[in-house]
């Protein structure tokens, strides 16, 4: 029930095409679903984060999509450039009563020229 | 400028060694977190501090210690009971609660001479 599984592993993608990588939750009491963008070498940075409450957040190029009967959501880069070949973490949390975020394992993107 | 910082950037540690590993913020927040990243792999939460003075073991905690006496300050010490210490460690800070967003420092690289 505390797992947030996350895929693809990694994911090949051709500059300008749409990245996707997908999460999957169990838990229903999650109600904060961030994603972050590590570059090697580098922590981990907030790109994008969404609510239960609505089913699709975008903030230039990045998207969120979620289902909440599904229990997924997803991250969807438009128009991927070689700039955003970073690793990508989705992330489960609730924001009150004290449990803490649970990450997906990861997907390492590869944005070719 | 606020943000989180960690050093060294890189460690070397000899075989039974303790080592301490430097984090501090300034950006005021209450919960302060240590993770650690094998090559590949997500993120394995340490230990975990919601308050000065109080902190609270995480996924992975047997062999490492952990002090916050200070709001600012939650160093991390890697004891000779680590017997595969070799990893990238990020220090990350929330604004309070567990389910926040989390905000990491540029990691530092421990490995094993």
């Known amino acids: 029930q505390q797992q947030v599984k996350q895929s693809p592993q990694s994911l090949i993608v051709q500059k300008g095409g749409i990245s996707i990588i997908n999460c999957a939750y169990e838990?229903?009491?999650?109600?904060?679903f961030p994603w972050y963008q590590q570059f090697p070498g580098k922590g981990p940075a907030l790109l994008i984060a969404?609510?239960?409450?609505?089913s699709e957040k975008k903030e230039g190029r990045f998207t969120i999509s979620f289902n909440k009967s599904a229990k997924q959501f997803s991250l969807h880069i438009m128009d991927s450039q070689p700039g955003d070949s970073a690793t990508y973490f989705c992330?489960?949390?609730?924001?009150?009563?004290?449990?803490?975020?649970?990450f997906g394992a990861g997907t390492r993107l590869f944005v070719k020229a | 400028d606020g943000g989180i910082t960690q050093s060294p950037k890189y460690l070397f540690r000899k075989e039974g060694q303790n080592v301490t590993l430097s984090c501090e913020q300034n950006l005021n927040h209450d919960a302060m977190y240590w993770y650690r990243q094998d090559p590949g792999q997500g993120l394995r939460l340490i230990y975990y501090?919601?308050?000065?003075?109080?902190?609270q073991k995480g996924d992975i905690a047997e062999g490492y210690s952990v002090s916050r006496e200070k709001k600012e300050s939650f160093p991390l010490t890697v004891t000779s009971a680590q017997k595969n210490p070799t990893a990238f460690y990020l220090c990350a800070s929330s604004i309070n609660g567990l389910g926040e967003t989390q905000y990491f420092g540029p990691g530092t690289r421990l490995l094993v001479l």
């Open positions: 501090s919601q308050i000065v003075n109080d902190f």
């Open positions: 992330a489960a949390s609730m924001r009150a009563g004290g449990f803490k975020t649970i």
């Open positions: 969404i609510r239960p409450d609505v």
């Open positions: 838990n229903t009491a999650f109600d904060y």
